[in-house]
C-alpha cells in the first residue's frame, strides 16, 4: 500500500517537472500538497474561464448600447433635419 502510494506519488511530481528526493516521511505532506496544487490550479483555469465569459457578456452589452446611442443620435439628427431644428451636441 505505501509502496503504490510512493510510485503514484513520485510518477505525478515527476509529470509536473518535480524530480527532488521524495522520502517516505513526507509521503503524506506531499500528496496533500500536490492535491492542493491540483486543486487551486482546476479553480484558476474555472475563473479565468469565467472572466472572459464576463468579459465577452460586457463587450456585448457595450457594443448594444453603443448602436442603440448611435441609432438614437440619427434619429435625432433627423428629426431636427425634417424640422429644421439646430443641435448642440457636447
Not at 503504490?4 to 517537472?17: F, I
Not at 503524506?28 to 472572459?52: G, I, N
Not at 442603440?68 to 440619427?74: D, E, G, P, T
Request: aromatic share 8%; with cysteine; proline share 1%.
Amino acid at each position: 500500500m505505501l509502496e503504490h502510494r510512493y510510485r503514484d506519488l513520485r510518477r505525478h511530481l515527476d509529470e509536473l517537472g518535480y524530480r527532488q528526493p521524495l522520502v517516505v516521511e513526507s509521503l503524506a505532506l506531499v500528496e496533500r500538497l500536490v492535491s492542493d496544487l491540483l486543486h487551486t490550479t482546476q479553480s484558476l483555469r474555472h475563473y479565468k474561464e469565467v472572466a472572459q465569459r464576463s468579459l465577452e457578456v460586457w463587450q456585448f452589452v457595450m457594443s448594444k448600447c453603443n448602436f442603440l446611442l448611435l441609432w438614437r443620435l440619427v434619429a435625432l439628427i433627423n428629426i431636427s433635419l425634417m424640422y429644421n431644428i439646430h443641435i448642440v451636441i457636447r
